[in-house]
C-alpha cells in the first residue's frame, strides 16, 4: 500500500460543515480564578457532562480537583471545596456517561477512586470516596469507561498493566499485559468490543480487551505515535505523533490492517502534542496543539481524499487541555455540534468554545444532529464480560435533554484482599526500578519497623501487667 502524502492547499467541496465556526464565550461565562495544576502530565486535567465541570488543581501535598456546576460561571474564590482525597497528584478523570454525578479519578499514589458529587455541587471539601481501587504497582496516568457497558472502567498504569474493573463487585476482573513501555492514551470503538492503544515503545494497537489478545500491531518507526482515536463505525484509527523531522504529524490507518497508515499528513513544526476529538455524528476531526491556542478541523470520509482540511480556530491564549461536551449538553438551537472547555494556565481560565453551523432557519436542524449515543447503558458488566457486545442506545436532540438517567451507582462492600488477576496478585511487592522509588521503598519500610517495634513495646508491658495480676489473684486465697 502507497502512503499518500496530503497537501495543505484546502480543497473546496459541497459540505455543510464548510463554514462551521469557533465561537468563545463571554468573559461572564467563563470560569476565572482556577488554580490549574502545573503538572507536565500529558492528559486533559479536564471533564465536562451536561451538569459538572471538573479541573484538577495545583494543590500542596496530595492532588485534589474542582467540580464546579456549570450554571456557576465567573469567578471562583480561593476557598472554593475541592476533592481531595488522594495522596498523590491527579493524573486523570473522567464523568462516567451513565450517572452524571459519578466520576473516576487516578493518580501517582497508584489509585484509581470513583466519587459521588452530590446534588448542586460540593459544600465542603469531599475526602472520601465512594470506592478506592487498588491493583496497580506505579501510578496510574489515565482511566476511560467502557461506552456502552454500565460500571465497566479501565485504567492504565505506569507498571505497563490495563486493568479492567468491574465497579458492581469493586475488584479488577481482566488484565492487558502486552504492552513493554508506558500507554499512553486508550480510545473505544463505537461498541467497546475493541481497543486501540498508542505506547512508548513506539506501537499502535488493536486490541480484543475481555481476552488481552493483539489482533493488530503496528510498528511506528517513520511516525511515533502519541494519541489515537477510533473513527466511529469507519473501521478506521486517525494518530497523531512526529514525524522523522520532528514535525507534527497525523496518520489514518485501516483498523484490520496496521502494516502501513493509509495517508499521513504534515501539520506544522511545533513541538506541543497534538490532541485529536472526533465527532461521529457529524464525521468532523478537531486537532488541537496542547501549547498553542488553534484548533483545526477537518471532515472525515471513507473515500479519497479521506481528509478534507476546513478551518481553523485561532486564539493567542495557549491551552493547556480541553474538556468536550457529550452531545446532549449542546445548544441545539445556536446550532452548537461540538463544544471544548480550554485551559488557559497563566490566566487561571476556563474558557468555553463552541463549534457552530451557521443557519439563518430557527427550526432543529435535523441534518446536523442525527441520533446520537445518550445517557442509557446497553449492557450490564456480567453481559459484557459474557462476551455480549451492543450498540449505544441512541437519543434524540430535538427535544432537548431533559430525560434523567435512572442508572444509580452501588457501591460494593468490600474486605480488604489481595487482589489476584490472571493468577497474579497486584498488591504484592514490585521491586524497584529507580532509585528514588528504592529510596521511598525504603523509608516506607523503616517506618513499618519503627510502628512495629513501638506495638511490640506496647504488648510486652500488657503481658507483664497480666501476668502481675495472675500473680495477684493466686496470692490472694480471698478469690479462690
Known sequence: MTVTKMSWRPQYRSSKFRNVYGKV????????????????????????????????????????????????????????????????????????????????????????????????????????????????????????????????????????????????????????????????????????????????????????????????????????????????????????????????????????????????????????????FYDADTHMLYLAGKGDGNIRYYEISTEKPYLSYLMEFRSPAPQKGLGVMPKHGLDVSACEVFRFYKLVTLKGLIEPISMIVPRRSDSYQEDIYPMTPGTEPALTPDEWLGGINRDPVLMSLKEGYKKSSKVVFKAPIREKKSVVVNGIDLLENVPPRTENELLRMFFRQQDEIRRLKEELVQKDIRLRQLQLELKNLRNNPKNC
Open 25 to 276: 464565550a463571554n468573559r461572564e461565562h467563563c470560569f476565572d480564578g482556577i488554580p490549574i495544576t502545573k503538572n507536565v502530565h500529558d492528559n486533559h486535567f479536564c471533564a465536562v457532562n451536561a451538569r459538572f465541570l471538573a479541573i484538577v488543581t495545583e494543590s500542596a501535598g496530595g492532588g485534589s480537583f474542582l467540580v464546579i456546576p456549570l450554571e456557576q460561571t465567573g469567578r471562583i474564590e480561593p476557598s472554593y471545596p475541592k476533592v481531595c482525597g488522594h495522596q498523590g497528584n491527579v493524573l486523570d478523570i473522567k464523568w462516567n456517561p451513565f450517572i452524571d454525578n459519578i466520576i473516576a479519578s487516578c493518580s501517582e499514589d497508584t489509585s484509581v477512586r470513583i466519587w459521588e458529587i452530590p446534588e448542586g455541587g460540593l459544600k465542603r471539601n469531599m475526602t472520601e470516596a465512594l470506592l478506592e481501587l487498588h491493583g496497580h504497582s506505579r501510578r496510574v496516568g489515565l482511566v476511560e469507561w467502557h461506552p456502552t457497558t454500565n460500571n465497566i472502567l479501565f485504567s492504565a498504569g505506569y507498571d505497563y498493566k490495563v486493568l479492567i474493573w468491574n465497579l458492581d463487585i469493586g475488584e479488577p476482573v481482566k488484565m492487558i499485559d502486552c504492552h513493554t513501555d508506558v500507554i499512553l492514551c486508550m480510545s473505544f470503538n463505537t461498541d467497546g468490543s475493541l481497543l486501540t492503544t498508542t505506547c512508548k515503545d513506539k506501537k499502535l494497537r488493536v486490541i480484543e480487551p475481555r481476552s488481552g489478545r493483539v489482533l493488530q500491531e503496528a510498528n511506528c518507526k517513520n511516525h511515533r505515535v502519541n494519541r489515537v482515536v477510533f473513527l466511529g463505525n469507519m473501521k478506521r484509527l486517525l494518530t497523531t505523533g512526529v514525524s522523522r523531522w520532528n514535525t507534527r504529524q497525523i496518520a489514518l490507518w485501516d483498523q484490520e490492517d496496521l502494516s502501513m497508515p493509509i495517508i499521513e499528513e504534515e501539520i506544522d513544526g511545533l513541538s506541543g502534542l497534538l490532541f485529536p
